[in-house]
């Protein structure tokens, strides 16, 4: 549980079946190892990611509102490289500072909405994600290896780890 309202993750390490809610209203990540599928929601309102690594096709939310990307390892596209090796995406809206890698070595994501600074890695090996919303900060490691939670709320401190 590491979200403002509700949040899950089953993970195996056999299958690697990975469910997870992790954004302020609600999310989901679903990731099979194998065939490298990656649905994910992780945005103020909503957001999905469809990533494979064969034909590495991507579709992600990522913004405040709304936002897509469909990236292909021949062409990229909408400011984001997301390959084997490594990916940024640099994305200015309005009211907010949007970087991240999310690859399969290693990522960020510096995100600053009017009250909130999100930090994350979140790759096959490590990651962390450092939250700043008005009353929390959340860290997270959550890697096919193993993962953490130390989510600050209103003065609550939780360690969920999970394998």
Not at 33 to 58: A, I, Q, T, Y
Not at 74 to 103: A, E, K, Q, T
């Amino acid at each position: 549980m590491d979200v403002t309202f509700f949040g899950w993750m089953s993970h195996f390490l056999s299958s690697c079946l990975n469910f997870r809610l992790d954004v302020s209203f609600f999310g989901w990540m679903s990731h099979f190892f194998p065939s490298f599928l990656n649905f994910r929601l992780d945005d103020s309102f909503f957001g999905w990611m469809s990533h494979s690594l064969s034909s590495c096709l991507n579709f992600q939310l990522d913004v405040s509102f709304f936002g897509w990307m469909s990236h292909f390892l021949s062409s990229c596209l909408n400011f984001r490289l997301d390959v084997s090796i490594f990916g940024w995406m640099s994305h200015f809206f309005p009211s907010f500072l949007n970087f991240r890698l999310d690859d399969s070595f290693f990522g960020w994501m510096s995100h600053s909405l009017s009250s909130c600074l999100n930090f994350r890695l979140d790759v096959s090996f490590f990651g962390w994600m450092s939250h700043f919303f008005p009353s929390f900060l959340n860290f997270r490691l959550d890697v096919s290896i193993f993962d953490w939670m130390s989510h600050f709320s209103a003065g609550c401190l939780i360690f969920c780890p999970t394998v």
